[in-house]
């Protein structure tokens, strides 16, 4: 059973590049989340969907989009990277029951 | 707007030394009251969802408790695996599908 599956578990990147985290999973849930995680910040929501079709703004979607063209597909794109986005990012998703099902993190540095 | 408090930052117990991680909440109307368990490198994993105060949940040597404010969650006679930062987070009825996490609490447990 694989749930969420994030790509890549880590990448250095330059500033100013184009930087997309995949997310997948196979639990075939509605809803899916990106949280960024920062040392003494905790989770913080940067874009979710309801469903397919749909996405809204968290609490620090500035310099990310993301779309969602199908069920189990839920990519994060950072535009133009700076080095305030580095950090870890965890995809989730959920079903009815609210708990959220997180994938391993894909760890970003920008220098 | 939602918010998520947990204290202490750390704890550090002895082997068998029973304790209490508390997390004070504000929510506009509470829908749910998530603990989850992170060890380092990994995703959070799901532990309890509370509803409703007076609500208890327990699993192994964890029991979460939730009031109108706060939840706690206890640690009975804990262990070294029981090490890992146990991350509090609130879904709200006006919030509609964002739920917001509390920074967390390490906890390290000695032998």
């Known amino acids: 059973i694989a749930g969420i599956t994030q790509a890549p578990t880590s990448q250095i990147l330059a500033a100013g590049r184009r930087m997309t985290l995949r997310c997948t999973q196979d639990?075939?849930?509605?809803?899916m989340y990106w949280y960024r995680q920062d040392l003494g910040l905790g989770l913080r929501l940067i874009h979710y969907?309801?469903?397919?079709?749909?996405?809204g703004k968290g609490e620090v979607p500035d310099g990310y989009s993301v779309s969602r063209a199908n069920t189990d597909d839920f990519p994060l794109t950072l535009a133009s990277a700076v080095p305030s986005q580095t950090s870890v990012y965890f995809c989730?998703?959920?079903?009815?029951?609210?708990?959220?099902?997180f994938g391993e993190g894909s760890r970003l540095t920008v220098l | 707007e939602d918010q998520v408090t947990q204290s202490p930052e750390a704890l550090r117990l002895q082997e068998g030394e029973s304790s209490s991680l508390n997390c004070s909440y504000t929510?506009?109307?509470?829908?749910?009251l998530f603990w989850y368990r992170q060890d380092p490198g990994k995703g959070p994993e799901f532990l309890f969802t509370?509803?409703?105060a007076g609500e208890e949940k327990e699993k192994e040597r964890l029991k979460a408790t939730l009031t109108k404010k706060e939840s706690f969650l206890h640690i009975t006679a804990p262990k070294p695996e029981d090490s890992a930062t146990y991350l509090c987070?609130?879904?709200?009825?006006?919030?509609?599908?964002?739920?917001?996490f509390g920074a967390g609490t390490r906890l390290f447990v000695k032998a």
């Open positions: 509370l509803y409703s």
């Open positions: 929510v506009s109307g509470l829908r749910g």
């Open positions: 987070a609130v879904d709200g009825l006006r919030g509609g599908f964002k739920t917001i």
């Open positions: 639990m075939r849930h509605n809803a």
């Open positions: 989730a998703s959920s079903g009815d029951t609210g708990e959220l099902f």
């Open positions: 969907s309801n469903t397919a079709g749909t996405t």
